[in-house]
């Protein structure tokens, strides 16, 4: 069972841009979560999502941040117009229906805007 | 909202020593999650452990939480030089959302 997957690794974006960072839950989870984690700091809960609907987005930024978590694909976390603070390490994180306290974390993206 | 955080900040040991590290949190809880990451890696779970729970242990690793004092301790024994990472604590007041400290950074010195 492979486990939770984030792709790119890594991203460079130029100021303007858009950035689009996918992730795929592990095989039979129905949760998916976006944490962002700033270079020397711990994550930030940023949005929690099921498949079609968001649970919870008080953490994502009021502009430019969108989540989607689609029937069928990835949950897609979307940045529009990126600016040189939305450099971070994005983290995803996956959870069962039957299992909600525990979430598996993938490797993360890292984005870098310059 | 709660905010896991982390006591020390550093912490660098020798192999085979023990090393301990404190959490603490503002708010109430369900439970008290430790991870591990790995220089530019992902998080891996460690342990978690319930607000009705005082102490768990898992291989090396035992856990202790406080609701009191809204603290929580992590004890690696007999430490590995692959036990040099960094060690977040995160809280989840049952809402899903985990609060995370800023992590310590333990060396284990071969």
């Known amino acids: 069972n492979a486990g939770v997957m984030q792709n790119p690794r890594h991203l460079v974006r130029r100021r303007g841009q858009e950035a689009r960072l996918r992730c795929s839950p592990m095989?039979?989870?129905?949760?998916v979560y976006w944490y962002r984690q700033l270079p020397e700091e711990g994550l930030k809960f940023m949005v929690y999502?099921?498949?079609?609907?968001?649970?919870?987005e008080s953490g994502m930024p009021k502009e430019r941040f969108s989540a989607e978590f689609p029937k069928e694909g990835p949950s897609i976390l979307r940045i529009q117009q990126v600016v040189r603070g939305d450099s971070a390490a994005y983290f995803c994180?996956?959870?069962?229906?039957?299992?909600?306290?525990?979430?598996?974390f993938g490797p993360g993206t890292r984005l870098l805007v310059l | 909202s709660q905010q896991g955080e982390e006591d020390p900040q550093a912490l660098s040991i020798q192999e085979g020593e023990n090393a301990t590290m404190n959490c603490s949190y503002k708010?109430?809880?369900?439970?008290l999650q430790w991870y591990r990451q790995n220089s530019g890696r992902g998080l891996v779970h460690l342990i978690l452990?319930?607000?009705?729970?005082r102490e768990k242990h898992s291989g090396r690793l035992r856990v202790t939480l406080d609701t009191s004092k809204k603290s929580s301790s992590l004890l690696i024994t007999a430490s590995r030089a692959a036990d040099t990472a960094s060690y977040f604590c995160?809280?989840?007041?049952?809402?899903?959302?985990?609060?995370f400290g800023k992590g310590n950074q333990v060396v284990v010195i071969p």
């Open positions: 994180a996956s959870s069962p229906l039957s299992e909600q306290e525990t979430q598996y």
């Open positions: 095989k039979g989870h129905s949760h």
């Open positions: 999502l099921q498949k079609e609907n968001i649970i919870d």
């Open positions: 708010t109430s809880i369900n439970n």
């Open positions: 452990i319930r607000s009705n729970e």
């Open positions: 995160a809280t989840d007041g049952g809402n899903n959302r985990l609060a």
